[in-house]
């Protein structure tokens, strides 16, 4: 049975070895942790990632991904693997997390640091 969780990172080049890291959250939780990082005025290219678990397709199982990046959701990264690209599961986290879409680009503070990092959005 496949599963889904979310992670939120203060820098998502490199999230295990670069800032904070909160990982096994739900999507509301990691919007606010993220939020959080955002709120601190950190500038190493946070995001909200996710990990499928999903024996089916063992060599994308258990990864590290972006779902959310400079500003917008990183359809790009996701549309690179197909496995994620057509996962119902990554499907429905790319559409449950349009409506934070709004309050994430309202945060200011989130915006100057992506802007500081290189990493402004599309």
Known sequence: MAEITFFAAECMEFPE???ELRENLTLPE?????MGICGRNRSFGPGIGFVLEDESIPDY???KWPLYQGRG????MIDLIPAYR???LVKQAVE????YLEKLGRNG???RGMERSGRAGR
Not at 30 to 34: F, G, L, P, Q, S
Not at 73 to 76: G, L, M
Not at 96 to 99: A, L, S, V
């Open 73 to 76: 959701i990183a359809q790009e």
């Open 109 to 111: 503070k989130e915006e």
């Open 96 to 99: 449950d997390m349009k409506p």
């Open 17 to 19: 070895r670069l800032g």
């Open 30 to 34: 990691a919007v606010d942790v993220y």
């Open 61 to 63: 199982s258990n990864i």
């Open 86 to 88: 057509e996962h119902p």
